[in-house]
């Protein structure tokens, strides 16, 4: 899939984000060890119906893989994500 989004991590808010159009659509996580807890997704109702999260789960999940972490879905939206992607399940 192409990435037609850009991922950029903002640290200082521990969050991966998304900016599209006027709006940020965001992934929070919180960093332990060598885990990463990915808390919260948000897509601003706007950029809705999309496949903006999916984009933005992908694209995160890729970038935890290439750090050699180990992923723990807190998030009901990546929890989902990840097992409708089974190829993601090596990193729980």
């Not at 991590?9 to 965001?26: G, K, L, W």
């Not at 919260?40 to 890729?62: D, K, M, N, Y």
């Amino acid at each position: 899939m192409e990435n037609k989004y850009e991922l950029i991590e903002n640290a200082p808010a521990r969050r991966f984000e998304m900016h599209i159009e006027d709006r940020v659509a965001y992934i929070e996580y919180s960093l332990k060890v060598d885990k990463i807890y990915l808390t919260h997704t948000i897509v601003p109702e706007e950029l809705g119906g999309r496949g903006i999260g999916s984009a933005l789960v992908s694209q995160t999940l890729e970038l935890i893989e290439k750090r050699g972490l180990k992923v723990v879905p807190v998030c009901s939206f990546v929890e989902a994500y990840i097992g409708r992607h089974p190829q993601w399940k090596s990193l729980l």
